[in-house]
């Protein structure tokens, strides 16, 4: 029973301190666009609403980012087709979270440049199931 608080506690530690680094690289990339927000609240409920928003319409837009991928040999368009279909999730995810919420308003330049970014973190930190594939 102990191990398993342990675990748990850890495991929890461990997303917070996960949520607190993307937390702070949104406030500075916010910083950076000159984008404007409320409190510290409001940018916290941004990054919460788009882990929750995101997670939906990822698995629905990842799975047909795969379907073209799998029929495609070669890494660099592959590669696109994904940054691309990860690129209009981020895009529909902040776009709706922002008209959601009134507490921050972002231009369509800085809508388009955080998608990019986060794009751009997602496939270079993401899964690397396709170099393990082919290790094997």
Known sequence: MTQKIKTIIG????????????????????EILGV??????SLIIF????????????LVLGA???L????ISGKITAFFIQFLFGFVTNLIVIFTVDA???S????????LIISLILTFFESVFGDKKDEHEEAT
């Open 68 to 71: 073209p991928v799998e029929k």
């Open 100 to 102: 959601l919420m009134s």
């Open 11 to 30: 495991m929890t530690l461990f997303s917070l301190f996960i949520l607190g680094i993307y937390l702070l690289g949104i406030a500075r990339i916010f």
């Open 104 to 111: 921050i308003n972002l231009s369509s330049g800085a809508k």
């Open 47 to 58: 990054v919460i609403s788009i882990f929750i928003l995101g997670l939906p319409i990822e």
């Open 36 to 41: 404007q927000y409320q409190s510290i609240w």
């Open 64 to 66: 047909m980012a795969n």
